[in-house]
């Protein structure tokens, strides 16, 4: 047994802090493979109980963390606390903070139109040494096409970056990532949601306090309850039973798959 690690829902998710994650992404770049950080929330675990191609794709990431205060809740719940909410919507510019003071490039990929380049131009104004190799907002439904997936591909393989930020929603993103993370060489690359619209200003984030307070879900439902109800409100609830399950020791259908 890990104990550097908290099951819940049988998702294993390393109990870390933000420092922590910034020092294991430094040697990533030491052993010249490709790595791939998940970053965990509600949604995630829901998919995660019967997507089995998802499933091996968290099996076999590098770092597997907290988003979310819910998870938080559950793993205190569980007797297994974790240290730290690790959000991919603050992990993206630490992260970026973390490139430009080692001198590393990034590439934005994803998003819809604009959001990425924007995003890019947000960061660059704060972290100005920021090398940002390149941004590309692919066409809605490019993976499916063979032209248009090769096109993203080769462009990000031109701009040789060392970190690939990918927002394309959960699990596309995890799931492109995976499939080609091998042939792009990218020592770190991550799927971060709706990041870039957060920071291009595209979307408004929750405040501070409702994220501290685990109710970023309610204002991004008031935000867009047309795009998010069905998920908040009906496939997310499910969260809740997985977890009384566990607890219980009830859920005896969890597979030890990831």
Known sequence: MNLNR???????????RM?????????????????????????????LQEDVEFQKIYKTADLTIADGMPLLWAANFLG?????????????????????????KVFFLGGPPGAAKKAAEVLQYEIPALKIAGCYSPPFGFHKKADQNHKTIETVKAAKPDVLFVGLGAPKQEKWIAEH??????????????????????????PIWMQNIGFEWLWRLLMEPKKLWKRYLIDDMKFITFVLQQKYRKRSSFPEKY
């Open 181 to 206: 993370l091998e042939v792009l060489n990218i020592p770190l690359a991550i799927g971060i949601g709706v990041s870039f619209e957060f920071k291009a200003g595209f979307v408004k984030r929750a």
């Open 80 to 104: 297994t606390p974790l240290k730290e909410k690790i959000s991919g919507s603050d992990l993206f510019p630490e992260l970026c903070l973390w490139c430009a003071q080692k001198g590393y």
């Open 19 to 47: 420092a922590d994650v910034l020092s294991k992404a430094e040697s990533f770049f030491t052993d010249g493979k490709p790595h791939y950080i998940v970053t965990p929330n509600v949604d995630h675990i829901i998919k």
């Open 6 to 16: 908290v099951n819940i829902c049988n998702v294993k998710i390393d109990n870390i």
